[in-house]
T-cell receptor, first 115, second 116 residues
Framework: GAGVSQTPSNKVTEKGKYVELRCDPISGHTALYWYRQSLGQGPEFLIYFQGTGAADDSGLPNDRFFAVRPEGSVSTLKIQRTERGDSAVYLC?????????????FGPGTRLTVL | AQSVAQPEDQVNVAEGNPLTVKCTYSVSGNPYLFWYVQYPNRGLQFLLKYITGDNLVKGSYGFEAEFNKSQTSFHLKKPSALVSDSALYFCAVRDSAGAGSYQLTFGKGTKLSVIP
């Protein structure tokens, strides 16, 4: 079956611009996660959705970052007034429910470059 | 707070030899432990997990990992390495309860190079 998909695969933007990154989880997965992976580092947790609601957004670095999942499926990560330090690969993952023992399935990521 | 340490940035092993990639962790409650592999320009792929029960868990592509509670370790192993195993390997932990139970915390990764 289809895995997690993310669009775009690459995004280049200028400092100060607004960007949206899209994630389409595996069909039927109720839990959705966003992570950020900087060069040479492991992924870092940003936000977790159970259904339509953000159950844990403690990983969002500041209020320029926001994510939505209005219908409990596709999610969009939004970044306002982008800064060069936002450059990273943004990963989306989904799992069948919120149990901590369930493995998360990751998408290929969106590489964001802020010039 | 939960954390993961992968003490080796890179591991080199000859093809056909056994390999070990090390991981230690810290959590408040009981750990749920995972290994993922990342190939160039591709997403993370799940290899195996430890939840409870037998300390030796087997996963995809012939990999296995041993959970050691006293040493807080979860090392990844394979009896005979293949050149195609060359990739970046990440250990990750989730706490069984509490605020961290939704979050996967990853180590920095270990680059495995299998030499023909």
């Amino acid at each position: 079956g289809a895995g997690v998909s993310q669009t775009p695969s690459n995004k280049v933007t200028e400092k100060g611009k607004y960007v949206e990154l899209r994630c389409d989880p595996i069909s039927g997965h109720t839990a959705l996660y966003w992570y950020r992976q900087s060069l040479g580092q492991g992924p870092e947790f940003l936000i977790y959705f159970q259904g339509t609601g953000a159950a844990d957004d403690s990983g969002l670095p500041n209020d320029r970052f926001f994510a939505v999942r209005p219908e409990g499926s596709v999610s969009t990560l939004k970044i306002q007034r982008t800064e060069r330090g936002d450059s990273a690969v943004y990963l989306c993952a989904s799992s069948s429910d919120r149990g901590p023992y369930n493995e998360q399935f990751f998408g290929p990521g969106t590489r964001l470059t802020v010039l | 707070a939960q954390s993961v340490a992968q003490p080796e940035d890179q591991v080199n092993v000859a093809e056909g030899n056994p390999l070990t990639v090390k991981c230690t962790y810290s959590v408040s409650g009981n750990p749920y432990l995972f290994w993922y592999v990342q190939y160039p320009n591709r997403g993370l792929q799940f290899l195996l997990k430890y939840i409870t029960g037998d300390n030796l868990v087997k996963g995809s592509y012939g990999f296995e990992a041993e959970f050691n509670k006293s040493q807080t370790s979860f090392h990844l192993k394979k009896p005979s390495a293949l050149v195609s195993d060359s990739a970046l390997y990440f250990c990750a932990v989730r706490d069984s309860a509490g605020a961290g139970s939704y979050q996967l915390t990853f180590g920095k990764g270990t680059k495995l190079s299998v030499i023909p």
